[in-house]
């Protein structure tokens, strides 16, 4: 029963959909990312010209 679960062919559909969904997460996270590097950097400087 296992070995057929394993060689459906919606199992791997499902499996190619997972991945855009992750390739999007990344994007997501590396704009959070950015935002709280540039953020952090900003209030850095301010701190820096008083």
Do not use: C, S, Y
């Not at 791997?12 to 540039?38: H, M, N, P, R, Y």
Request: without cysteine.
């Amino acid at each position: 029963m296992a070995k057929t679960q394993l060689n459906d062919p919606n199992t791997q559909t499902k499996t190619q959909a997972e991945e855009a969904d992750l390739k999007g997460t990344f994007i997501a996270v590396l704009f959070v990312g950015a935002f709280l590097v540039v953020t952090w950097f900003g209030v850095w400087g301010i701190f820096v010209n008083r």
